[in-house]
């Protein structure tokens, strides 16, 4: 007898409790979210989030206000976000840019977080690196194998404009010099696109390294030439253009990516509302139309596929190691 | 021919969608950027997702309108309370204020407007008219023109130092020196961080402004008695119109000053911030005996005022032509072309001169909207200067402080803007410019960085490449030029001391 009413009362409160946590997920998220861009108003991840905050709006049912922090390249920002509160932050989503988070790696910044300190729901958009020339230079006119053969012959002679160390751009270029024997290149460096593109544009340097997004617009207006993309796959928005592993047999992943992250801790069912919300947000054709007119590509991955990515880039940051050059 | 073509799209303004785009650009420009902290780019930034569902003519037009308004809104606070709201703003809040304090507020406004619209007019139509040819104008800077224009902007110092020169070099070496603070673009290396993941990236230009000028602002009126006001005077003329007399008197400076904007504008990424101290600087080397330069000078403003609107259209030059946008307004603007499917670049002008032209004439009409908003706006903000120093003073620190975390979020920054404040507040006590110091900080890197990417482009032989270069020797003379001349007149002024001073 008592038996019984012991099992009815632990089966009520089951009950009970699975339908207060289904109220949860049913009125989550209860208020605005805030999406926190580790930049300043009007960057590039800025833009980007401006671009998605409506289409996840609509999909979360509430307001999603695009929140600036800016500050020591994205770590002012991240380090808040490594301390979120499940309980207190569970209304916010940060963006991490992937690889400049791995700034921490250099022993110089001191810092302590590590991604592991991030929970990842999972990939906004993706952008891979390439290199350009410009199109009325004759020396380069059969792309790469022009390019390499000039530097074998002139080492450091070639000068290319790139982002500053520890970018993705300058990745990229430190892991070719690593590993492509004779690839030794001047560089001049920038803090943005436009300087890069006025100094190739004005025959400064002879090369830019850069995402495709960024550059497309150039060489369809005939103004550059594209060398080579820095990806396993040849970008969807130039076709022609091979990758630097099909022209050299040696892989080298170079990309600007954005990723979306949570509180750690967070329940589950208001993770997943986030990734949901995230999921179908992506796959809205308007959303999707903006990206493609910047030559941007969404990226969705999620779960082991985003943990591997993400430590396979650690592992390529770790061998340029460009805070021990 | 394309100047006829140009012309041709004029029509296409009188739309409903493109005027209330120009309206709603205008008002949020102007009023955003009034606010000490808060600059155009933000105010650019937070119209993305609205611009978004417009047409593209409406998108841009409602950007580039914004962009002018924010420009001049910058202005109002800069003269009225020596808050600058944009950094474009900065030198006027020297000769602006000190105007306010001699009760001619409103007298400076009507120059102010009257020189940021004209300015933004001339501006306006050598893009609608030119830009085609002066593309390529922005490719003729390299490294070493970029170093060359940083020494040259430099010498400015000398002007904005008010007779101290000595203190004013050393504010000057001094805001270099807070320029170097971050991590280094060449080596990565961390300098002069201690640890701190903001300074990491170095001294942000704006809560230094805001602190130097706006925060040392309110210091200074807490000193002061409290039922004061900063003009003396408790009522406001209400002409907002200049008087033909009036513009007469200041016709040469508004020409230097809006030759100035037009020229430095095209320059991408440095011209905008350069521009307003160079034409200050030209117009206290013109100056004669009598003028109250630092102490309200209606034509040094009437020279910074015209510099900066004067660079507002063909800054945007290089963004339409080649795809280059010359600071963070125009990124946030080609970041709209390309949403719209535009292409930016030459083949703009051929394959969608709908949208170009009539944007462009869309920033010629926000030019003329702004000043009649303007007209509106400034009296009630004039009011400011009627406002006892008890009320206001509190007002300009509390502004100083939201608009500085508003503008990043972090609280680090607005403990940088308060020692900026309190630096400002002593340095104009002890007679240090604080023009020089934040001419410092603007140029330090500009300098620093041309004379390293010259080393390497150079192959560490810069002057033989920079004597390739015509503009580079160019630019070598006029400073030599000022340099001579400044020279000449410190010894002058020094010999002639006793007489001015009686």
Redesign the interface.
């Known amino acids: 007898m008592i038996k019984s009413l012991l099992k009815k009362i632990t089966l009520f409160i089951s009950a009970l409790s699975l339908l207060v946590s289904s109220a949860i997920a049913a009125d989550f998220p209860k208020g605005p979210v805030e999406l926190i861009v580790p930049w300043k108003a009007g960057g590039g991840t800025d833009r980007s989030a401006r671009i998605f905050a409506p289409f996840l709006a609509e999909e979360l049912g509430v307001p999603v206000n695009v929140v600036n922090i800016s500050g020591g390249g994205g770590w002012v920002a991240w380090g808040q976000m490594s301390k979120w509160d499940a309980k207190k932050d569970d209304h916010k989503i940060g963006l991490v840019n992937l690889p400049h988070v791995f700034a921490y790696l250099d022993p110089k910044m001191k810092r302590t977080e590590t991604v592991a300190d991030f929970n990842f729901i999972g990939g906004q958009t993706y952008d891979p690196c390439l290199w350009l020339v410009r199109a009325d230079d004759d020396r380069f006119t059969g792309g790469l194998k022009d390019v390499l053969a000039y530097t074998a012959k002139n080492p450091n002679k070639l000068l290319v404009s790139t982002t500053a160390i520890g970018s993705d751009d300058y990745q990229g270029l430190a892991f070719a010099e690593k590993k492509l024997k004779g690839f030794k290149v001047g560089k001049v460096y920038a803090n943005n696109d436009a300087k890069k593109i006025q100094e190739l544009l004005a025959g400064t340097t002879d090369m830019v390294a850069g995402n495709v997004s960024f550059y497309v617009n150039y060489i369809r207006e005939g103004k550059m030439r594209p060398v080579a993309v820095l990806d396993t796959v040849r970008s969807e928005y130039l076709p022609s253009v091979p990758t630097f592993g099909e022209v050299t047999g040696i892989e080298n992943l170079g990309f600007a990516a954005r990723t979306l992250i949570a509180a750690n801790g967070l329940p589950q069912d208001k993770y997943d509302v986030f990734k949901n919300a995230i999921n179908k947000a992506q796959a809205n054709p308007g959303y999707q139309l903006a990206e493609m007119s910047k030559s941007s590509r969404i990226w969705t991955a999620a779960g082991s596929d985003l943990k591997d990515f993400i430590s396979n880039t650690e592992k390529m940051v770790k061998v340029v190691e460009y805070w021990n050059q | 021919m394309y100047i006829f073509e140009a012309l041709s799209y004029f029509d296409n303004l009188f739309s409903l969608g493109v005027l209330f785009c120009l309206l709603m650009g205008v008002t949020i420009g102007l009023v955003i950027g009034a606010i000490p902290g808060l600059s155009p ?2 105010a ?3 119209l ?2 609205v611009s ?1 569902n417009f047409p593209p003519t409406e998108a841009l037009i409602l950007m580039v309108s914004c962009y002018a308004a924010g420009m001049y809104g910058g202005s109002f606070s800069a003269i009225l309370i020596r808050a600058p709201g944009t950094s474009a703003s900065a030198a006027s809040a020297i000769e602006g204020f000190e105007l306010t304090k001699k009760g001619k507020a409103i007298q400076a406004i009507r120059i102010s407007t009257f020189a940021s619209v004209l300015g933004g007019l001339i501006s306006g139509l050598v893009l609608l008219l030119l830009a085609p040819p002066l593309a390529e104008v ?6 070493a023109e970029y170093f060359l224009m940083a020494i040259l902007g430099l010498t400015a110092i000398a002007s904005i130092s008010f007779g101290h020169i000595f203190k004013g070099l050393i504010a000057g070496f001094f805001g270099i020196f807070l320029s170097t603070v971050g ?1 280094d ?6 300098r002069f961080t201690f ?7 170095g001294i ?1 230009i704006m809560p230094a402004i805001v602190g130097l000028f706006a925060f040392a602002q309110g210091l200074e009126l807490s000193m002061s008695k409290a039922q004061e006001t900063i003009g003396g005077n408790s009522k406001l003329s209400w002409n907002i119109w200049p008087k033909f007399e009036e513009i007469k008197k200041v016709k040469n400076s508004l020409f230097r000053g809006w030759g100035c904007g037009l020229v430095l504008g095209i320059i ?2 440095a011209g905008g911030s350069i521009a307003q101290w160079i034409a200050y600087a030209w117009e206290i080397q013109k100056g004669k005996v009598g003028d109250q330069f630092g102490k309200g000078e209606i034509k040094g403003l009437a020279a910074t005022e015209g510099s900066n609107n004067g660079c507002t259209g063909t800054s945007l030059i ?1 963004m339409f032509t ?5 600071g ?2 125009a ?2 603007i080609l ?1 709209a072309l ?4 535009l ?5 703009l002008f051929k394959n969608n001169p709908q949208v170009v032209y009539t944007v462009i004439w869309g920033f010629l009409a926000a030019n003329i909207l702004m000043g009649l908003l303007a007209a509106v706006m400034a009296r009630g903000m004039a009011h400011l200067t009627i406002m006892p120093k008890g009320l206001l003073a509190p007002l300009i620190i509390i502004f100083s402080i939201v608009g500085t975390y508003v ?4 609280i ?2 607005i403990w940088i803007m308060m020692s900026f404040g309190v630096l400002g507040y002593l340095m104009n006590k002890y007679k240090f410019s604080t023009g020089a110091a934040l001419l410092g900080l603007i140029l330090g890197p500009i300098a620093e ?1 041309g004379l390293r ?1 010259l080393m ?2 150079s ?1 560490g032989d810069p002057l033989l490449y920079i004597f390739q270069r015509p503009l580079s020797i160019a630019l070598i003379l006029l400073t030599c030029i000022i340099v001579f001349y400044s020279a000449r007149q410190f010894k002058w002024e020094q010999k002639n001391k006793k007489i001015i001073n009686r």
């Open positions: 780019p933000m650019i930034a937070l993305i997702p978004f922005a490719l003729l800077f390299g490294p991590i673009l060449y080596s990565g290396i961390p640890g701190s993941a903001t300074l990491s990236s942000d991408p990424a290089p080649l795809g280059i946008p010359g963070i307004s990124a946030v970041g390309v949403i719209h499917g292409q930016p670049g030459f083949g503008n990043t979020n972090n680090a920054d960085n990417d390497v482009v192959r």
